[in-house]
């Protein structure tokens, strides 16, 4: 089975620190996502890469980059958090071929609290 | 531009009562692909269905059945008999090739089984 671990499943920050949220998956997919989870709102995505060192912006990006150095690793970074990026932050990963059909596989999520 | 309305926030049942979640879409593509996701309160998004723009096939897999139609751009879910294990929050989700294989989320649709 695919599996995507996310770091922490809660996280408590302070507003003006800066913040990394961690995401693997063990399946060699090329496509990895990260996505906020908002009542009301359901998922907007944040960043996207398509492959190693590929970032494009999502619907919400202000606030927020992306790293991904090693194809199994995407990595969400809040510059400076705020109490507006207080929310869960779900991170997903697919794989390539066979686009747009494919379905996502998701982390557990984690709950980002900003003070 | 595509977009998935799930205008139920939230429904709440008897067990063993049928229930029904609703979802509509827009899209100006004539190729789609349409999913039904689960999120438990572990929170993990767990995939259950996807179809195809072409396949106007209605689908059942036990409990679950999904009613895809065309003519009103609604691709329904409902679940028969509910239990107390079905209570997750539902998102359906829309993804074309038009939209760079990117998959937009309805709000999503809060069930509560109650025993």
């Known amino acids: 089975d695919v599996k995507v671990t996310q770091s922490s499943r809660y996280l408590v920050k302070r507003t003006g620190e800066k913040v990394f949220l961690e995401c693997v998956q063990d399946?060699?997919?090329?496509?990895m996502f990260w996505y906020r989870q908002d009542p009301g709102l359901g998922l907007r995505l944040i960043y996207f890469?398509?492959?190693?060192?590929?970032?494009e912006k999502g619907d919400i990006p202000e606030g927020y980059s992306v790293s991904r150095e090693k194809k199994e690793r995407f990595s969400l970074i809040l510059e400076s958090a705020s109490t507006n990026q207080t929310s869960m932050y779900l991170c997903?990963?697919?794989?390539?071929?066979?686009?747009?059909?494919?379905?996502?596989?998701f982390g557990s999520g984690t709950q980002l609290s900003v003070l | 531009a595509q977009k998935v309305t799930q205008a139920q926030t939230e429904i709440s049942v008897v067990e063993k009562e049928d229930v029904t979640l609703d979802c509509v879409y827009e899209?100006?593509?004539?190729?789609?692909?349409l999913f039904w996701y689960k999120q438990p309160p572990s929170g993990e998004l767990v995939f259950l269905i996807r179809?195809?723009?072409?396949?106007?096939q209605n689908e059942i897999s036990g409990r679950y059945s999904w009613n895809f139609q065309k003519s009103t751009s609604s691709f329904n879910f409902t679940i028969t008999a509910s239990q107390v294990v079905d209570s997750a929050v539902y998102f359906c989700?829309?993804?074309?090739?038009?939209?760079?294989?990117?998959?937009?989320f309805g709000g999503g649709t809060r069930l509560m089984v109650k025993p």
């Open positions: 179809r195809n723009s072409f396949d106007e």
């Open positions: 399946m060699d997919h090329e496509n």
């Open positions: 989700a829309l993804s074309t090739n038009n939209a760079g294989n990117m998959l937009t």
């Open positions: 997903a990963s697919r794989r390539a071929r066979g686009l747009p059909n494919e379905k996502l596989f």
């Open positions: 890469s398509y492959d190693v060192k590929m970032k």
């Open positions: 899209t100006r593509d004539t190729t789609y692909y």
